[in-house]
Structures are given as structure tokens and as C-alpha cells.
């Protein structure tokens, strides 16, 4: 059982950044792919980004390339979404999730944190 916690979101600018949060309660990641979502009002949910515990990452939608970064602390208890240049268009529920290296679905989530760039 993996019990996430998310935290850092927030009202930002456009063009400001965030950083979002999703730590591991009581455990570490080892062994499991972390994943950012997100879900805009009337939207689907977005898969983000991922990160895997030897390193691979992925990004999703073209528009978050180059603006969002996925990474983990050292001692692997928390992975992190630096939001950059944030837009509009960003705003949305994010949560993290994990699943188990080599599994499709991610079997466990957050409770999902929210971040506002107002138009």
C-alpha cells in the first residue's frame, strides 16, 4: 500500500511558477513509477508526466515539454513537478499517483492539489 500526499499548489500569475509535491507516506518509491495528472473543469484527466525509480521520465502533452520537470528528492520519498512559465491553460487538479514498475495502471493516488493561473 502506498499512501500519497500531494501539496504545493496554489494561485500563481501567468508566467510564474510553482513547484508541486507528492510524497510517499512512510515508505519510499522504490519500485514504483510516480506520475503528475491533471484534470481541467469539463476535461478529461491529463497524464502529465512520469518518473521511474531508476530515472526514466515522460512528459505528455506537448504544451507542458520544455515548461514542466519531473524529479525526486535523494532519498526518494518525494518526487516533485516544477511548473514554469505557467499559463493559463494550466490550470487544473493535479494529483499525483504510483503504480508499480512494469504495471499499466496506477493504483494509487492522491488527493489532488489545485492550481489557478488566472486569464
Known amino acids: 500500500q502506498v499512501q500519497l500526499v500531494e501539496s504545493g499548489g496554489g494561485l500563481v500569475q501567468a508566467g510564474g511558477s510553482l513547484r508541486l509535491s507528492c510524497a510517499a507516506s512512510?515508505?519510499?518509491?522504490?519500485?514504483?513509477?510516480v506520475g503528475w495528472f491533471r484534470q481541467a473543469p469539463g476535461k478529461e484527466r491529463e497524464f502529465v508526466a512520469s518518473l521511474g525509480w531508476y530515472g526514466a521520465s515522460a512528459y505528455g502533452a506537448d504544451s507542458v515539454k520544455g515548461r514542466f520537470t519531473i524529479s525526486r528528492d535523494n532519498d526518494g520519498r518525494t518526487v516533485y513537478l516544477q511548473m514554469n512559465n505557467l499559463k493559463p491553460e494550466d490550470t487544473a487538479v493535479y494529483y499525483c499517483a504510483a503504480k508499480a514498475t512494469g504495471k499499466t495502471k496506477y493504483d494509487y493516488w492522491g488527493q489532488g492539489t489545485q492550481v489557478t493561473v488566472p486569464s
Open positions: 512512510g515508505r519510499t518509491f522504490s519500485g514504483y513509477v
